[in-house]
């Protein structure tokens, strides 16, 4: 619903700088700007009917779709986040919802993650989803439990967890994600952070020692202010970084192409099929294997709520 008091949208833009820094085995490094919707899941209506550039589930130069997340489905996403975390043992009753993610634009999206921030129903910070996405079209979401981060002395959403997740050909599935990811406000910051989850002799320092377990591989980050959503804004958006969606999925592969170029290790997604778990609308490589006769909430291979790295 609208916020009455000033009758304006809960659901805003955020514009982003985000920087992806490789630190082994080859050091690379590259930054852009992008802006990102902030969705209430609660303001479908709203956002149709005030409008004109962006819709839900209707069509528009940028449409927001239901079925681009979790299990690919025309389910709505709210139902299908409060089952997931049901399923998790949240019995808390959930409040408002909102997502951080990309909208189809012209009709296609990338989301490398989507960030869930659910509120109690007194409206306080709760917990946090992310919801990584690769190329292949898997989903896997992470649940970030609320906790005190020493570094920052901030209240941020935590989480250190397995992959066990195919995200990059220049990545093992059994590296670690690190997330810090802040409360919303006028200024948002996450950071995922990308760990040697085991000693890695495949990739080797400049001293030829593999990394230690728990080393940084790669630091990645996006840091940006909020504002409104209106059609003036998202126009002004689309101007500044066009082709947003577009653009990310070919920076990707520029990149891959660059880090092959250096010859970064490469693993493909048929080597370890049994050790990518928790996957939602898994590829064909994943459903060759025995996990295929396993039912999707049967595998989920998140981190409990209460008993989650913090």
Not at 79 to 107: C, H, M, P, V, Y
Not at 213 to 231: F, N, R, W, Y
Not at 296 to 308: F, P
Request: with cysteine; charged share 25%; glycine share 4%.
């Amino acid at each position: 619903m609208l916020n009455k008091s000033c009758d304006k949208l809960r659901s805003c833009i955020y514009k982003l700088d985000v920087v992806h820094q490789r630190l082994h085995p080859q050091k690379h490094r590259f930054k852009y700007a992008l802006f990102m919707f902030m969705l209430d899941l609660d303001e479908s209506a709203e956002i149709n009917s005030r409008l004109k550039l962006a819709k839900v589930n209707r069509q528009a130069l940028y449409r927001f779709d239901d079925r681009d997340h979790f299990d690919l489905n025309t389910s709505p996403t709210r139902e299908k986040l409060i089952a997931f975390l049901s399923r998790e043992g949240i019995t808390q009753e959930i409040g408002r919802i909102l997502l951080l993610t990309n909208f189809r634009f012209l009709g296609y999206v990338f989301n490398p993650v989507s960030i869930y921030f659910v509120h109690d129903k007194s409206d306080a910070p709760m917990l946090a989803v992310a919801e990584v996405g690769n190329t292949f079209l898997e989903r896997k979401p992470f649940l970030l439990p609320i906790s005190f981060d020493q570094q920052t002395g901030k209240t941020k959403f935590i989480l250190s967890a397995p992959k066990h997740f195919y995200v990059s050909p220049f990545s093992r599935v059994d590296d670690t994600f690190e997330f810090k990811v802040d409360i919303p406000g006028e200024f948002l910051e996450v950071n995922i952070n990308t760990k040697a989850g085991s000693p890695n002799k495949s990739m080797e320092t400049q001293s030829s020692q593999p990394l230690a377990a728990g080393q940084t591989l790669v630091a990645s980050s996006m840091k940006g202010s909020k504002i409104e959503l209106t059609d003036r804004n998202i126009t002004s958006c689309t101007l500044s970084y066009p082709f947003v969606t577009i653009g990310i999925i070919g920076l990707i592969h520029f990149h891959a192409l660059l880090l092959w170029l250096k010859k970064v290790p490469f693993f493909t997604k048929e080597e370890n099929p049994h050790s990518q778990t928790g996957v939602l609308n898994p590829h064909r490589s994943l459903q060759d294997t025995d996990s295929k006769t396993e039912k999707s909430e049967e595998t989920l291979d998140v981190h409990a709520y209460k008993g989650a790295t913090q």
